[in-house]
């Protein structure tokens, strides 16, 4: 199931140098006037990078029987890399939706993003979703068709190759 449009917010962007931040002041001839400081750039910077990376809770559309999808909205975060690694997802992330199908097999999921950097894939590595908090893969019927279901990304599963704990 989709969230519709009137529902989702536009993404939190990375502001760029010379951002108006308050009121021009007409009276000044400055150009400088009423944008912000260097430190006030690098502050709203690391406030960005800050969120992008913690553990966040992010709505998704989830299709797929088995081989799940799991589809973020366009408002959804920017999904970027780890420093030094090849992979997107971070420890804690959950993602959240309600499942279009009953699983009937053996499961795993891929995140789809249409926020993402340049350069870097729409649909993120497929990995094993597990049940009783890691212990086991997800089978046929771990997911039922219309309920809510989280996926939270933990990075110590499958052998550190990560994977995502179904609740």
Request: a neutral charge.
């Amino acid at each position: 199931m989709a969230i519709p449009a009137a529902n989702q917010v536009h993404p939190l962007v990375m502001p760029m140098s010379r951002v108006q931040f308050t009121w021009p002041d007409t009276a000044s001839k400055d150009p400088r006037a009423g944008m912000l400081t260097p430190t006030a750039l690098q502050m709203l910077q690391q406030l960005v990078e800050f969120v992008s990376g913690t553990s966040r809770i992010v709505p998704v559309s989830i299709t797929g029987t088995n081989a799940l999808t799991l589809t973020l909205n366009p408002s959804g975060p920017l999904l970027t890399m780890h420093a030094g690694s090849t992979a997107h997802y971070h420890d804690y992330d959950v993602f959240s939706g309600v499942a279009a199908n009953n699983s009937t097999g053996a499961v795993t999921a891929s995140v789809v993003t249409a926020n993402r950097p340049t350069g870097d894939p729409a649909t993120l590595p497929s990995i094993k979703v597990y049940i009783t908090n890691g212990a086991t893969q997800a089978g046929a019927g771990a997911l039922t068709a219309g309920r809510h279901y989280t996926f939270t990304f933990v990075d110590s599963l499958d052998a550190a190759a990560g994977g995502f704990v179904l609740r």
